[in-house]
């Protein structure tokens, strides 16, 4: 079935600094690939999407590029701020066509001023 | 812009008793979905709904649990007898028809307590 495997958490960074979040992930067929985002005491909000091999999804500063060789899909950003932290999911869907998301565990990012 | 929204924001329960959760999809979404999170843990689907009936569900969607859509508008998710373990936040999320990249809308969530 598939999977999805993010980094270990939780990251600190100071203001200012970059951030990367390791995503890999296992599936059948041709996934679409999101980051979510879940502020402290609100949902889930779609930050990021790619949906085929090699595309970049873009937001907020925020960037992943479908990579299908490696099966991951990386979130990256050059300069984080204090209001970025957050939890950060990583998710897929397919294999069927009602599309329901596999996430990963999240990371817990914590940005110092 | 249109949300999904969720009711009640948190709700405590006795184990052993009925809950009942609400949501209000997007109006032209089509495809429906309830997921949980326990607390520090992973986002868990549970099931997905789609023309009136359950087109997926997971191991965690055992009988205790059911979904209905009374009135064309709101989502529900009951529990019969609930139980320590369903302590969780649970999301609703719709989806539109068409949606050729699957993007879900999720609600605010319910924080589920059972005491």
């Known amino acids: 079935g598939n999977s999805v495997t993010q980094m270990e958490g939780p990251v600190t960074l100071s203001e200012e600094a970059f951030l990367t979040i390791n995503c890999t992930y296992t599936a059948t067929g041709y996934p679409s690939l999101f980051w979510y985002v879940q502020y402290p005491g609100e949902g889930l909000q779609l930050l990021l999407k790619a949906t085929k091999a090699d595309d970049k999804g873009s937001n907020k500063g925020f960037e992943a590029t479908y990579r299908k060789e490696t099966t991951s899909f990386h979130l990256e950003k050059g300069s984080v701020q204090v209001s970025d932290s957050a939890v950060y999911f990583c998710a897929l869907t397919g294999g069927t066509s009602y599309g329901k998301l596999t996430f990963g565990q999240g990371t817990i990012l914590t940005v110092h001023p | 812009e249109p949300e999904v929204t969720q009711t009640p924001s948190h709700q405590v329960t006795q184990m052993g008793q009925e809950v009942i959760l609400r949501c209000v999809p997007i109006?032209?979404?089509?495809?429906f979905y309830w997921y949980r999170q326990i607390l520090g843990q992973k986002v868990e689907f549970l099931v997905s709904f789609y023309n009136n009936e359950i087109s997926e569900k997971s191991e965690i969607f055992d009988d205790q649990f059911s979904v209905e859509r009374p009135d064309g508008s709101n989502f529900t998710l009951k529990i019969r007898s609930t139980k320590l373990e369903d302590s969780a936040m649970y999301f609703c999320a719709s989806r539109p028809r068409g949606s050729l990249d699957n993007e879900q809308f999720f609600g605010p969530g319910t924080r589920l307590t059972v005491l």
């Open positions: 109006s032209n979404h089509l495809y």
